[in-house]
C-alpha cells in the first residue's frame, strides 16, 4: 500500500454563498451554493501516514503548526482513519500560493487538497462525489474545490447526498476573478465561528427561504453566459449574507472602507457597459468578476483605487488532482 500521496486543489469563489449549517458538526450547509474553482490559486497537499509516528503533525507554508489548525485537521484525519480501519498518524505538508484568511477560501483549497492526498494515502479509492463528501467534514466550501469548473453544492438531505458536482467545464464560460486585496492579515473571526452565528440573525431565514430562487437564477445564467442576469444575483447574494453577517448577535462586520468604495464604483463601471460585478467572502477583498478579454482592463482599474494593496487574478480551473 502506498502511505503516502500529494493533490493540488485550486481555491474556489462563490457565487451562490454557503452561509449557516443545519448540522454544524457533519457541515450540513442551511443551503445550497455555488462557486467556480480559481485556476492557479491552489494548496498542495501531502500527506503521509507512519506506524512511527504517536500524533499527527502539520506543516503549512513551511512552518509546524499546533493548537487549532492541528486539531482541526487531526479530526479531519480520524474521519479517513475510520473510513480506512486504520489507525497510523500522519504528518501533513501544505502549501499554497495566495495570502490566507482574508477572503480567499484557504481552507476550501487545503482540505479539498487533503482528501485526495489522505484517502489515497490511507489505500482508499473514492469516487468524485465520496472524496467532495470527505472535504466537507473539513470545510464546508472544501467540497466546492473537488470537482473543476462551475460547481454546486446541493445541501442534501444528510452525510450521503450533501456533495458538490460540475454544472459547467471550465472552458464553458472565460469568466475572471479579479481579486482586489484591501488586507492581508488574518480574519478577526473565521467562517466556522460565523457560521455558528447565521441563525442568531433574524434574516438568516428569509436569506435561505429565497435561496432556491437565487440558486435557479445563477444557473440559468451560468447556462446562458448572461453576464449581466449574473451580475444581479451575485451581487444581492453577497449583501443579502453580509446583512445576516451584520445582524448576527454579535454582529460581524467584514467590510472596510475600501470594500464599500469599491461596491460603489464596481456597478457604475457596469453602467459604462463594462461586464463587472462584485462579491465578498468572510473578509474585506473584494471579488470583482468581468470576462477574459476585459481583465487587463478591470485589474487596472482595481489597482488605481487607493486602499487596494495588490489585485490578483484567476480564471475558471480545473478539478481537484493527485501530483504524482
Ligand atoms: C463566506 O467553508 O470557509 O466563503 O466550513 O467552517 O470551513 P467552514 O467554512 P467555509 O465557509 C465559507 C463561507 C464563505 C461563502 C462560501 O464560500 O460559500
Known amino acids: 500500500m502506498n502511505r503516502s500521496s500529494t493533490a493540488q486543489a485550486f481555491a474556489n469563489i462563490a457565487l451562490i454563498k454557503y452561509w449557516g449549517n ?21 494548496a498542495r497537499t501531502r500527506v503521509q501516514f507512519s506506524s512511527e509516528l504517536t500524533q499527527d503533525q502539520l506543516i503549512l507554508n513551511g512552518q509546524a503548526q499546533v493548537g487549532a489548525a492541528l486539531e482541526r485537521v487531526s479530526r479531519f484525519l480520524d474521519a479517513v482513519r475510520t473510513m480506512a480501519g486504520m489507525k497510523e498518524r500522519a504528518v501533513v505538508q501544505s502549501e499554497n500560493n495566495f495570502p490566507m484568511g482574508a477572503g480567499i477560501a484557504s481552507s476550501a483549497a487545503a482540505f479539498a487538497a487533503l482528501s485526495l492526498a489522505g484517502s489515497r494515502a490511507a489505500g482508499l479509492t473514492l469516487s468524485e462525489a465520496q472524496l467532495s463528501r470527505l472535504a466537507r467534514l473539513g470545510s464546508g466550501s472544501a ?9 454546486e453544492w446541493q445541501p442534501g438531505t444528510g452525510d450521503a447526498d450533501s456533495y458538490a458536482f460540475s454544472i459547467a467545464e471550465p472552458d464553458h464560460w472565460a469568466l475572471v476573478d479579479c481579486v482586489a486585496i484591501v488586507a492581508s492579515e488574518h480574519k478577526a473571526v473565521g467562517s466556522t465561528q460565523g457560521h455558528a452565528l447565521a441563525d442568531r440573525s433574524p434574516l438568516q431565514a428569509a ?3 429565497d435561496a432556491p430562487r437565487r440558486l435557479a437564477r445563477c444557473r440559468a ?3 446562458l453566459r448572461d453576464f449581466d442576469a449574473l451580475a444581479q444575483v451575485v451581487e444581492q447574494d453577497s449583501t443579502l449574507m453580509h446583512a445576516v453577517m451584520m445582524t448576527s448577535t454579535p454582529p460581524l462586520f467584514y467590510w472596510q472602507p475600501t470594500s464599500l468604495i469599491l461596491m460603489q464604483l464596481v456597478p457604475t463601471w457596469r453602467a459604462e457597459g463594462l461586464p463587472v460585478c462584485y462579491t465578498l467572502d468572510a473578509g474585506p477583498n473584494v471579488h470583482v468578476f468581468t470576462l477574459a478579454e476585459y481583465a487587463d482592463l478591470v485589474c487596472e482599474r482595481l489597482q488605481a483605487v487607493p486602499g487596494v494593496r495588490m489585485v490578483l487574478r484567476a480564471g475558471v480551473g480545473g478539478p481537484a ?3 504524482e
Open 22 to 42: 443545519r448540522q454544524q458538526a457533519l457541515r450540513l450547509p442551511a443551503n445550497g451554493s455555488i462557486s467556480f474553482n480559481l485556476d492557479g490559486l491552489y
Open 143 to 151: 467540497c466546492r474545490s473537488v470537482p473543476g469548473g462551475f460547481v
Open 207 to 209: 436569506r435561505v427561504t
Open 221 to 223: 445564467a451560468i447556462r
Open 321 to 323: 488532482c493527485w501530483l
